[in-house]
């Protein structure tokens, strides 16, 4: 299947690629770095998404030629017209927003590369791989079948960034030998400084980011002892610290990192309901809990959306999970029965004498 891609690439001349609503740096940097290789390659490219780039990744390059939809006849014609169109880091339609519609209508091969579960199935080509650690992973492994000289600055400097924010700088579960070696080859390849990358990514919080992450961890709580970690993201605490919802991302890892803690949800309270951010660490896979309430996402990162309050969804969530989490050693010695307390006691005293 990676060969045919590669090849409906090289013969392509006109390619649309786009990535899912709310982007984030595995699509944006899989994007860029993608387009940047095909118009090395001299083809046509029209890089276009639902939602605007977050705004920490502004600086990658090429990333003011990714354009916004908005259903023109340039981009109508654009993409009818197109020979391939390359979907990338999502495999739902919906997830594409309204390009999703206009993308799914052609005759163009549509070619997906994408790291998720529950793949739908209107794709021509597939390069899809759930124990990927982002789809820029995938999109490697592509430029490595076509021509690995083809990656200079412009490709590896994306191409890291979006390993590096789908990986937490490279600590999750999902990071291998293998990711490290392609890591490698980018940092040779695209002459850049990963430190300075990091910093570019990471490093540009501002006031009123720092001041919500503060109220939002005052709401920590921890259920089933200790194994379960939550924290929520009210409307009220967004207005006060005048801070965007997007500046929560990265919050639930504070949790996350809570010695015992396998699961952290955040709660984020919005005008139709409440979204709710599942992490886990292990094998503690959160993705069929985030299907029971119509999400989904990845293995130990998923995501879904309940109508309803903060304190319903809060409480229907934290109900369910012995459903979905293996929540082991539930008992321990604060909770113990009257029966096998007055037994401990009994062999203590024993002891004594
Ligand atoms: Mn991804």
């Known amino acids: 299947m990676l060969e045919e891609i590669v090849s409906a690439l090289k013969k392509a001349r006109r390619v649309v690629i786009t990535t899912h609503t709310r982007p984030d ?8 770095a993608l387009g940047n290789y095909l118009k090395r390659q001299g083809k046509d490219v029209l890089m276009v998404n639902q939602d605007q780039s977050p705004y920490n990744l502004e600086w990658l390059p090429g990333a003011d030629h990714i354009e916004l939809y908005d259903a023109s006849l340039r981009h109508v014609e654009f993409i009818a017209h197109a020979d391939v169109v390359v979907i990338l880091d999502t495999n739902v339609q919906e997830r594409l927003g309204s390009v999703g519609k206009q993308v799914r209508g052609t005759t163009s091969t ?24 982002s789809t ?54 695209g002459k850049f400084d990963p430190s300075i ?3 570019e990514v990471y490093d540009k919080k501002s006031i009123e980011g720092i001041k919500l992450l503060s109220s939002v961890l005052s709401s920590i ?14 409307r009220r605490m967004l207005s006060e610290s005048g801070a965007s919802v997007e500046e929560t991302d990265g919050f639930v890892n504070q949790v996350l990192s ?21 992490r886990s660490k292990g094998d503690h896979f959160v993705h069929k809990w985030a299907q029971s ?5 990845h293995r130990n990162a998923s995501g879904a959306f309940i109508i309803g309050t903060l304190d319903h969804a809060f409480r229907k969530a934290i109900a369910s999970a ?3 989490i293996n929540l082991p050693n539930l008992e321990t010695s604060s909770e113990l029965s009257d029966e096998d307390a007055a037994y401990l006691n009994s062999l203590m005293n024993s002891q004594n004498n």
């Open 25 to 32: 740096g595995d699509a944006i940097g899989s994007q860029l």
């Open 110 to 133: 549509k070619i997906l590369v994408d790291h998720h579960t529950d793949s739908e199935n209107w794709f021509d080509l597939t390069l899809k791989r759930e124990s990927a650690s």
């Open 136 to 189: 820029a992973e995938l999109l490697f492994e592509l430029f490595e079948l076509w021509d690995l000289d083809g990656i200079d600055h412009d490709v590896a400097a994306p191409l890291y960034v979006a390993m590096m924010t789908d990986t937490g700088s490279f600590r999750f579960s999902n990071v291998s030998a293998n990711l490290h070696r392609m890591v490698a080859e980018l940092i040779e390849r």
């Open 197 to 199: 990358l990091h910093a």
């Open 221 to 234: 709580e921890l259920h089933y002892n200790g194994r379960i970690g939550t924290v929520v993201v009210t």
């Open 258 to 278: 809570i010695e015992g803690v396998l699961v952290a949800l955040i709660f984020t309270e919005t005008e139709r309901g409440t979204k709710i951010s599942f």
């Open 293 to 297: 309430y119509g999400g989904g996402g």
């Open 322 to 324: 012995p459903h979905f």
